[in-house]
């Protein structure tokens, strides 16, 4: 879509207002709202100002003026507001160079595709996350210094089927690790999901299928189709924003925090992924599950990469209570096929070459899509280039391997901290091309490891007055 179109598009819909959007440097959706009629042509290539020193991980206060620039071709009308409002999606310029922000997500994916076209591997990048999510009914939450706690309830619940608040309770709760597609009754979360799921469809973002999760208290998935790494780096901001608004419009809330229950499953982001080339699948061949020699390549670079991987696809402190060993966490850097226990996965639901893809199962939805879906195909695309062998596929159920197997199986990182120390030892294969600079990755260790790191090792947690108050 032009500018030109955009603003045809505004009429027909008779928009009243435009909301620009741009995320965050952690990778949260950021916006400011101007009158229609401060939109124009113009508008796509001048820019609109705003102050940079109050987003996360951005500017310093003394060079704080920074534009967003709206690309033309995300433009969307929000389902959610009461006025007409046409979305767009800008990527953040200096004003006074004109240069792209280095720190901007979005313009880090760009490079990435760009990359990827230079290295002649190929053209288009397909990315497939599946991100899951919570709905809960309640969640209460504060960290003081004098008090620390939380509270999640869900009328789903196992732990409410004695509940008798409840008029007439019906019974029907998921219980632990078993709410893998269940029909309703015990799935209470059929029509929610599908309003989410119709919602999506309406923006243009399509989608595969919709069902309960393994978990209690309303655990669920709603697949997007495949699409190229910055389009689907767009949707996929725009389906966090769709599920939270659909399940706040009907009195309920969804989280995407990967471990937000104890002792039940926490909620991962599978990421499929694929190159094609004029049109072309290159991940299809004669080698191992029907892949090409290519693919395995690319596994290589996932597995060898997969520790500094991790700062950025698993990029909070609550995402190694997912990634625990011996927890049927996705954390043995292996591959295999149809094996949900091997970090990698490679799906064999059908045979047609356009089908063939590697799962990277590690990730999960607290990540920043753009920076993340960014730094695992420079690890695919390091790993061709430099022809890594992945090894030998594992077969067999990882999780109940005898200890003198296991322990020849790398591991993912146990904890941010480990992630964060693996990302500063390897991170050469990000910096080819300019597509992560060392300034990202600075800033990113910082950020995480002064916001979110410190504070967390800093207070006490709740579970240590149950285990030593009385020592």
């Known amino acids: ?138 969640i209460r939450f504060e960290s003081s210094r004098n008090s620390a706690f939380y509270f999640i309830d869900s009328d789903e619940g196992i732990w409410n089927s004695g509940r008798v608040e409840e008029p007439g309770n019906l019974g029907y709760k998921t219980r632990h690790k078993e709410g893998y597609v269940p029909v309703p009754p015990t799935d209470m979360f059929q029509d929610l999901r599908t309003e989410m799921l119709l919602t999506l469809e309406k923006l243009g973002i399509e989608t595969e299928r919709q069902h309960h999760e393994v978990a209690t208290a309303g655990q669920a998935e709603i697949d997007m189709r495949f699409k190229p790494l910055l389009v689907m780096a767009d949707q996929l901001m725009w389906f966090k924003y769709v599920l939270k608004m659909v399940a706040y419009k009907n009195k309920r809330t969804v989280t995407f925090m990967p471990k937000p ?31 090409s020699q290519l693919a395995l390549y690319a596994i290589g670079g996932i597995i060898k990469h997969c520790p500094a991987l991790c700062a950025f696809t698993n990029p909070t402190t609550n995402s190694y209570k997912r990634l625990v060993p011996g927890f049927e966490a996705p954390v043995n850097l292996a591959y295999s096929s149809r094996n949900r226990s091997a970090a990698i996965r490679i799906p064999m639901y059908s045979p047609s070459p356009k089908s063939k893809r590697i799962e990277f199962r590690t990730p999960d939805p607290s990540c920043n899509g753009y920076i993340a879906f960014a730094a695992m195909l420079m690890a695919m695309i390091d790993g061709i280039e430099n022809k890594i062998d992945p090894g030998d596929p594992l077969d067999k159920d990882i999780y109940n391997l005898p200890p003198e197997e296991l322990k020849n199986i790398p591991s993912a990182p146990g904890s941010l901290d480990e992630a964060l120390k693996a990302l500063k030892e390897d991170s050469t294969f990000l910096l080819k091309g300019d597509v992560f600079t060392q300034d990202v990755i600075d800033m990113w260790v910082s950020y995480k490891t002064e916001k979110e790191i410190n504070p967390v090792r800093l207070r006490p947690h709740p579970h240590e007055f149950f285990l030593y108050y009385d020592i």
Do not use: C
């Not at 534009?67 to 389902?79: G, M, Q, R, S, Y």
């Not at 909620?267 to 499929?272: C, L, N, P, Q, Y």
């Open 1 to 138: 879509m032009t500018p030109k179109e955009v603003l045809k598009m505004t009429k027909e819909n008779n928009v009243k207002v435009v909301d620009i959007r741009f995320q965050d440097f952690p990778g949260v959706w950021q916006h400011f709202t101007i009158p229609i009629s401060e939109l124009n042509e113009s508008g796509f290539e001048d820019g609109f100002g705003f102050d940079a020193s109050s987003i996360r991980g951005w500017q310093p206060i003394n060079a704080s003026d920074m534009l967003v620039v709206p690309d033309a071709t995300t433009a969307k009308i929000d389902p959610f507001f009461a006025d007409p409002t046409l979305v767009l999606i800008g990527n953040i310029i200096d004003p006074i160079t004109r240069e792209s922000y280095s720190r901007d997500p979005r313009y880090i994916t760009q490079k990435a595709e760009n990359y990827l076209k230079s290295t002649g591997i190929g053209d288009t990048a397909y990315f497939g996350p599946e991100a899951e999510f919570f709905i809960f009914d309640d």
């Open 261 to 291: 229950l104890f002792e039940d499953n926490g909620s991962g982001m599978h990421t499929h992924m694929s190159i094609w080339k004029d049109g072309k699948p290159l991940f299809a061949g004669d080698k191992y599950a029907g892949i």
